[in-house]
């Protein structure tokens, strides 16, 4: 599974996809809903409090009920979509990445199914968090340069979007 901030690059490039059209925005990382969508990606590891990682909470149904909650704080279907589907990239990262030990993956169907699911694909690399792991640092900081440069890209693309000079006809 991801680090919290491969997680967090997921949930932005969902933000900064559902902002819209609107091209130059000043500082488009804190537009409320692209804030929204990068805790809504990131908060499904909560799970790890009560010890259920991998989970209810990493599931198509906690995704629509982050959305179902999204509208009803907003009466507005870009913020239930968006949140929905920033929630939904957190299992889908998890499933595409590695896993420490079984079961493996995430029960991503709840509650229709308590099945695990696991993508077998390895994309991301497992993080770990034994601090007295020697390997600790080295392979924490190998995980989080792939997702760097995985998911780098993507928002630094819709950042430069949205930010970037106004042409001719935009005016
Ligand atoms: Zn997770």
Known sequence: ??????????GITVGLLALGHRPRR???LIA????ACMVAAAAPDIDFLWNRHSMET???GASLLAGATAWAATRQWRWAVAVTVAWATHPLLDWLGSDDGPPLGVVAL??????YYFG???????IGRNM???????SNLRAVVKELVLLGPGVASLLWWHTRPPRQTDR
């Open 120 to 126: 077998h694909l390895y994309v991301f690399d497992s």
């Open 110 to 115: 709840w509650p229709w199914s308590h099945e």
């Open 26 to 28: 000043a500082a488009p």
């Open 32 to 35: 409320p809903i692209v804030l």
């Open 58 to 60: 990493h599931s198509v």
């Open 1 to 10: 599974m991801p680090s919290p901030l491969g997680h967090a690059l997921g």
């Open 132 to 138: 007295r792991d020697p390997n600790f640092w080295p």
